[in-house]
């Protein structure tokens, strides 16, 4: 069976930092290339970024509102994606959705909430 | 940048009926390669979101036959033949041709039953 469970969600003060985890199993994660994506409240889908694999070598690429503030990595010996988060915003409360996708298939896990309030 | 605008934003429907949503790009999304990236999905109410269909007409394995992609070049469309309840939810169309500013989606439309 297919899982992507993201962790590390919560609360945090704008300006504040957070890190989002993507634990992934039941498909080949390193051969995956993976995404985040986030949804605020009420609101539609949002590309956040994406990593490719290590065999495509490439930066990871980011969406112009998070560029600079935001950093997605994967450790594929542990099969788990990360999207560290630096001076959030009101603006990035959503819930954060991981996506893997191989040449056949797409996966989403269930994502994180991410509130930013004072 | 491209811009993905989806019609209508409400689509009721009665069940049994069939149900077609738009979805329309700025920009051409033919890529170099010959290929037009262009997905939709569906997110039914409280749950994650579930590719339907990929490069316009190829449907995702589970995926009823009653959905089917069509479209070229800036429009394209998603058609449910025959709709159900468990069709009910936001359906978004996704361009993956243009780097940057990457993925892009639609606003969404949100299927209803009547």
């Known amino acids: 069976e297919v899982q992507l469970v993201e962790s590390g969600g919560g609360l945090v003060k704008p300006g504040g930092s957070l890190r989002l985890s993507c634990a992934a199993s039941?498909?080949?994660?390193?051969?995956?290339?993976m995404n985040w994506v986030r949804q605020a409240p009420g609101k539609g889908l949002e590309w956040v970024g994406r990593?490719?694999?290590?065999?495509?070598?490439?930066?990871?690429a980011y969406a112009a509102p998070v560029k600079g503030r935001f950093t997605i990595s994967r450790d594929d010996s542990k099969n788990t994606l990360y999207l560290l988060m630096n001076s959030l915003k009101t603006e990035d409360t959503a819930v954060y959705y991981c996506?893997?996708?191989?040449?056949?298939?797409?996966?989403w896990g269930q994502g994180a909430l991410v509130t930013v309030s004072s | 940048d491209v811009v993905m605008t989806q019609s209508p934003l409400s689509l009721p429907v009665t069940l049994g009926q069939p149900a077609s949503i738009s979805c329309r790009s700025s920009?051409?999304?033919?890529?170099?390669?010959?290929?037009?990236?262009l997905n939709w999905f569906q997110q039914r109410p409280g749950q994650s979101p579930r590719r339907l269909i990929y490069?316009?007409?190829n449907r995702d394995s589970g995926v009823p036959d009653r959905f089917s992609g069509s479209g070229s070049v800036t429009d394209f469309t998603l058609t449910i033949s025959r709709v159900e309840a468990e069709d009910v939810g936001v359906y978004y169309c996704?361009?993956?041709?243009?780097?940057?500013?990457?993925?892009?989606f639609g606003g969404g439309t949100k299927v209803e039953i009547k």
């Open positions: 920009q051409s999304l033919v890529h170099s390669d010959g290929n037009t990236y």
């Open positions: 039941g498909f080949p994660f390193s051969d995956a290339w």
């Open positions: 490069k316009v007409s």
């Open positions: 996704m361009q993956a041709t243009h780097w940057p500013p990457g993925l892009t």
């Open positions: 990593i490719k694999t290590k065999t495509d070598a490439e930066t990871p």
């Open positions: 996506r893997g996708v191989t040449a056949t298939n797409d996966y």
